[in-house]
């Protein structure tokens, strides 16, 4: 923990992204409680020195005037008084219990449990879950990556993401890592790439965005018509031969399946109709057939989009026809140390029509569960109802539904219309707002914090980061407030884990010991592991970070799953020992440490089929294909209605909304709406102007830019806007449009419920 040394350089890591940058910084300014300098870490094995512009503005997060710094509880009248901890933690136990005991565990819900960066306190929640039977949550991957998962696990059976750095041909469609990153050193690849005749990078863009400018093939595809385009990418190398049939009947099934479907597909046709023109359509999907590598990456503006789910299975199936899959620089599952990154017990199998399977799904709308997650766009319905199964209560951790879920004025209803909400957080968010209790923690960079997310292959980095500030006010980090509603909750006995506290004064090497012997005669405490770990184990590790004690059991969960690989990597050690050198690792690493090291021959062995083959023949996604011939768009545009709105671009000020402080906004980009300037002068609109947007949800005044790069017949609002923030008065004051307030929960994929962000039918009128 820094004190007066301001030249003191600490390692931690940007929390803007989901690549999360190793960074260096330097604190000082009042109390020494401000980050004063920001640079890249070249120790970080994965970024390896590389930040952009917006991880210099976390002080900005860190400092924000809507800090929480002490319990709050609601009045009646609505107003929050501030409370003792102990008040806070007995109330809410007791009231959570009543809840359960009344109605049942499953009428408690949960959202989020992690935002971007923080998942270390949020996985502490397993054993309050457990403890209170709670069997329903979501988070904002359920409005994303579902659809995703669904795919990845009926063809794959296993999380596989595209090796871009190296690929000869690389694909992007959804996304533009210039701004919004999403894997590591996203703008030095993107340069290497245009630099290198030999290679090619194809984005897949309505936009001409700062990616698709150094593209070798833009296609500007008419935002809903991906499909078109992506199934006319198939047909065109299946049509073309370009198909390795050796490798097929090694490792695929079902290549006949797709086949027949995609023969006889016009691929003219269909480019005219996506919006590209078919020769340079063809030249990009030749870019893929005919190269040595190739590999693709989608992002949001495919999974918020129609057909989301039917569009992640057609670029994943244009990599796997062409065989990019298990060899170096193409396609490879990943290895996650805690995790996965998505389950697979409820996609059903591939070779088959497996969405009318016997699946989970949620209580009141019969919403089908996806890796966990009920569908985002379902929960308001899943409360204001009077059916019996009705959520009652909230748990909020990490997360703002009531900013960051289609249709924010029905959030805000459906919270208001649950018995008991409780919110953990770091600021006064909208949906703090709502709350019955609000439990404040510290930020990520005044505890111990990780995330769980990691992207790399061959080796595959973790990081765990030490506080580099202290916490300001009476805040609790999230793993203290779990273990203290344990406490309440009263369903472990103290005196039975005395035994592991005095094992873990004798070091981490006894402690292992005496754990594997407890947890061997009590399984039935694994459902309570993390509190148990966090309980006990605090004198064997670093001062202060009790919160590293559940990497106990990720190690040794990995280790028995992963010991080549970890091997690989430098570790040595027997049976459980192997797994608690990594533990030691990862406790010692503080710019991260390479946990494993897999190799490409291996890939078929991680994926879920005894067989080790990939499923391309998923029944329902073929029938979708087939569908596609009668040309019509799956979103219908209402009467009026004659643009589409993209809510929510990444832009060089604009990231998650934990940057509340509007100052970091450099420039009127982070707020303006983007229109082409022949559709905004069309409608009488000057550059700079106001103008109305009015969607089917709501309507907002915005302000306008010019952007030629826009593709006429769109609009593009940035994300993470519209917070409410204090001005110099005190006075709370929304920050550019929440563009949540022009999005509806009926505009949803019609498999796993992921909202249409970006495609919101919209007018556009001048004021």
């Not at 690929?167 to 999403?182: C, E, H, L, T």
């Not at 700062?210 to 049509?239: I, N």
């Not at 109709?273 to 020769?279: L, M």
């Not at 990520?444 to 990780?450: L, P, R, T």
Request: glycine fraction near 8%.
């Amino acid at each position: 923990m820094a004190d007066a040394a301001k030249s003191e350089w600490m390692s931690t890591a940007c929390n803007l992204c989901y690549a999360n940058c190793g960074i260096q910084v330097q604190v000082g300014g009042e109390g020494d409680r401000h980050i004063t300098r920001v640079k890249g870490d070249k120790n970080h094995p994965a970024s390896r020195g590389y930040t952009c512009n917006k991880a210099l503005q976390i002080d900005y997060y860190v400092n924000g005037k809507d800090r929480l710094t002490a319990p709050l509880r609601r009045r009646e009248d609505g107003t929050f008084e501030e409370i003792d901890w102990d008040t806070a933690i007995s109330e809410v136990a007791t009231k959570m219990a009543a809840i359960r005991d009344e109605h049942g565990g499953d009428k408690i819900f949960r959202y989020g449990g992690g935002g971007q960066g923080n998942h270390l306190g949020g996985a502490y929640f397993s054993s309050v879950r457990a403890a209170l039977g709670m069997k329903y949550q979501t988070n904002a991957l359920a409005q994303e990556k579902t659809g995703m998962a669904w795919i990845m696990g009926r063809m794959f059976g296993a999380n596989v993401h595209g090796e871009v750095h190296d690929a000869q041909a690389v694909m992007i469609i959804g996304k533009n890592p210039w701004q919004s990153n999403g894997y590591q050193r996203a703008r030095v690849m993107i340069r290497q790439i245009a630099k290198d005749e030999n290679r090619s990078l194809i984005v897949i863009d309505p936009r001409r965005s700062e990616t698709a400018e150094f593209a070798d093939y833009h296609l500007a595809v008419k935002p809903g018509r991906d499909a078109w385009c992506l199934s006319a990418m198939v047909a065109h190398v299946v049509q073309l031969g370009l198909i390795p049939e050796d490798w097929h009947e090694a490792h695929t099934t079902g290549l006949d399946n797709v086949i027949e479907r995609f023969k006889s597909i016009d691929v003219d046709a269909y480019a005219e109709y996506s919006g590209v023109e078919p020769t340079l359509l063809k030249e990009a999907a030749e870019a893929v057939g005919r190269a040595e590598t190739a590999a693709t990456y989608e992002d949001v503006g495919l999974e918020m989009a129609p057909h989301s789910t039917l569009n992640t299975y057609l670029h994943n199936l244009l990599m796997i026809v062409t065989g990019n899959f298990g060899k170096p620089h193409t396609m490879a599952p990943l290895t996650q140390l805690v995790g996965p990154f998505f389950g697979f017990d409820d996609v059903g199998d591939g070779d088959e029509n497996g969405y009318e399977a016997d699946y989970r799904k949620s209580p009141v709308t019969g919403a089908r569960i996806v890796s966990g997650l009920v569908p985002c766009n379902t929960v308001p319905d899943e409360i204001l109802t009077d059916h019996p199964n009705r959520y009652r209560a909230m748990w909020v951790e990490s997360g703002n539904p009531a900013h960051s879920m289609a249709d924010s004025t029905k959030w805000r209803e459906a919270l208001r219309a649950l018995d008991l909400v409780v919110v953990i957080d770091v600021a006064m968010t909208e949906t703090a707002r709502e709350a019955d209790y609000i439990l404040p923690a510290p930020s990520q960079y005044e505890k111990w914090e990780a995330t769980f997310f990691n992207f790399e292959f061959p080796k595959n980095v973790h990081h765990l980061r030490p506080p580099v500030l202290k916490p300001r006010g009476n805040v609790l980090p999230e793993p203290e407030i779990h273990a203290r509603i344990m406490d309440a909750l009263g369903v472990v006995d103290a005196a039975e884990l005395a035994p592991l506290r005095a094992a873990a004064e004798e070091g981490l090497d006894a402690y292992s010991a005496a754990a594997m012997e407890y947890l061997g005669a009590n399984p039935g405490q694994f459902r309570y592991l993390s509190y148990i770990l966090y309980r006990t184990m605090g004198p064997a590790l670093p001062e202060g970070a009790e919160s590293a004690a559940l990497y106990w059991g990720a190690t040794q969960r990995f280790a028995m799953g992963n010991e080549a690989s970890l091997r690989r990597a430098g570790f040595e050690g027997e049976g459980p020992e192997l797994a608690l050198n990594l533990f030691k690792a990862i406790l010692d690493g503080q710019s991260g440490v390479v946990f494993a090291e897999d190799e490409i021959e291996e890939a078929f062995d991680k994926l879920r089929y005894d067989d080790n083959r990939i499923r391309l023949n998923i029944g329902e996604m073929l029938d979708e294909v087939g569908g596609l011939e009668s040309m019509q768009d799956l979103v219908e545009m209402d009467d009026g209605f004659d643009f589409v709105l993209a809510a929510g671009e990444r832009r060089s000020y604009t990231a998650n909304t934990i940057i509340r402080n509007p100052e970091w906004q450099k420039s009127n980009d982070a707020i303006s709406m983007s229109v082409n300037p022949e559709d905004a002068m069309g409608a009488g609109i000057k550059d700079g102007s106001r103008a109305r947007v009015v969607t089917e949800a709501g309507q907002a005044e915005v302000l306008v830019a010019y952007d030629d790069r826009m593709r006429q017949g769109t609009l593009s609002l940035p994300n993470g806007l519209g917070l409410l923030y204090p001005d110099e008065n005190g006075k709370d004051v929304p920050n550019g449009v929440p563009v949540n307030e022009l999005t509806s929960l009926r505009n949803k994929d019609k498999y796993l419920g992921t909202p249409h962000h970006k495609f919101v039918p919209a007018r556009l009128e001048a004021i």
